[in-house]
């Protein structure tokens, strides 16, 4: 199982955007990526400006596919001018699970 854990800060008074571009690529997910395994998003409790994705895909191609995507694209379209600092992206390969 190929993961990717995404850690991204909003700027200050852009909370709202963010959180809602993430949702729209949650939708896109649900509706159009059957081997996308998990797609979790989080805001932070105490920093609304905090939000952070664990993403599970069952291969090499269910990852490209979904990075390539339209939904991606535009979600970086929002995203990098709100952005208050470089997302911090962490791709593994997952060791264990429940």
């Given at each position: 199982m190929l993961t990717i854990t995404a850690v991204i800060r909003a700027k200050k008074g852009h909370e709202a955007t963010m959180r809602q571009a993430l949702l729209d690529v949650v939708a896109h997910v649900r509706a159009d990526e059957p081997s996308t395994v998990g797609y979790h998003v989080s805001q932070d409790a105490a920093d609304a400006c905090v939000f952070a994705t664990y993403e599970r895909y069952a291969d090499q191609a269910a990852?490209?596919?979904?990075?390539?995507?339209?939904?991606v694209a535009r979600f970086f379209e929002v995203a990098k001018p709100i952005l208050d600092r470089d997302v911090i992206l962490v791709s593994a390969n997952e060791i264990a699970s429940k």
């Amino acid at each position: 199982m190929l993961t990717i854990t995404a850690v991204i800060r909003a700027k200050k008074g852009h909370e709202a955007t963010m959180r809602q571009a993430l949702l729209d690529v949650v939708a896109h997910v649900r509706a159009d990526e059957p081997s996308t395994v998990g797609y979790h998003v989080s805001q932070d409790a105490a920093d609304a400006c905090v939000f952070a994705t664990y993403e599970r895909y069952a291969d090499q191609a269910a990852m490209d596919r979904h990075n390539n995507s339209p939904a991606v694209a535009r979600f970086f379209e929002v995203a990098k001018p709100i952005l208050d600092r470089d997302v911090i992206l962490v791709s593994a390969n997952e060791i264990a699970s429940k």
